[in-house]
T-cell receptor, first 114, second 114 residues
Framework: NAGVMQNPRHLVRRRGQEARLRCSPV?????VYWYRQLPEEGLKFMVY????????ESGMPKERFSAEFPKEGPSILRIQQVVRGDSAAYFCASSPAGRRNTIYFGEGSWLTVV | DQQVKQNSPSLSVQEGRISILNCDYT??????FLWYKKYPAEGPTFLIS?????DKNEDGRFTVFLNKSAKHLSLHIVPSQPGDSAVYFC?????????????FGEGTQLTVNP
């Protein structure tokens, strides 16, 4: 998986709490993506970021979800006031700039909302 | 609107035989296609890709075939090995460069029996 690091690997939250998922891309990769996999489904694109910029957030739910990729530090996917339907595996991926669109995934963060 | 479809949720093959995984797409703008392999509780791992200017790409035991007129691609694994048992995702994008969002199919669970 080319070194994309995600944490936590597993997160349990009660309904209404906040979930924060972190992703450190492969060293030298300037593009970060977040995908979500709901149970029994394929991966769905959520957001594409470059350093300090959200490039495409067309897959993000309109409310409660936000993402950032600051100049320093990991990318963060934040889910406020979680609901049971947010329970899923969240995968971060990264790629270098200007290369073929082959992205490398992290091992995922499994969010369970109870 | 499922633009990339993998109609077989599962496939079982004998070790040493050929595995053929199929994928259909509806968006004629897609011009770059990838296959990912995923083990339980891990992130997807890139396997092989193909650009729409080609109809075949081969890498070791893995070959991807693209039929643009039928909007169909397939992944051939030969010979199949027990370690190939995993979920295989087909993905497509508009544009080959980094940043083009990937649209995934639902996945096919491949089981290779010893």
């Amino acid at each position: 998986n080319a070194g994309v690091m995600q944490n936590p690997r597993h997160l349990v939250r009660r309904r209404g709490q906040e979930a924060r998922l972190r992703c450190s891309p492969v060293k030298g990769h300037s593009h970060v993506y977040w995908y979500r996999q709901l149970p029994e489904e394929g991966l769905k694109f959520m957001v594409y970021l470059q350093k300090e910029n959200i490039i495409d957030e067309s897959g993000m739910p309109k409310e409660r979800f936000s993402a950032e990729f600051p100049k320093e530090g990991p990318s963060i996917l934040r889910i406020q006031q979680v609901v049971r339907g947010d329970s899923a595996a969240y995968f971060c991926a990264s790629s270098p700039a200007g290369r073929r669109n082959t992205i490398y995934f992290g091992e995922g963060s499994w969010l369970t909302v109870v | 609107d499922q633009q990339v479809k993998q109609n077989s949720p599962s496939l079982s093959v004998q070790e040493g035989r050929i595995s053929i995984l199929n994928c259909d797409y509806t968006n004629s703008m897609f011009d770059y296609f990838l296959w990912y392999k995923k083990y339980p509780a891990e992130g997807p791992t890139f396997l092989i890709s193909i650009s729409s200017i080609k109809d075949k790409n081969e890498d070791g035991r893995f070959t991807v075939f693209l039929n643009k007129s039928a909007k169909h691609l397939s992944l051939h694994i030969v010979p199949s090995q027990p370690g190939d048992s995993a979920v295989y995702f087909c993905a497509a994008s508009v544009g080959e460069t980094s940043g083009s969002r990937l649209t995934f199919g639902e996945g096919t669970q491949l089981t290779v029996n010893p």
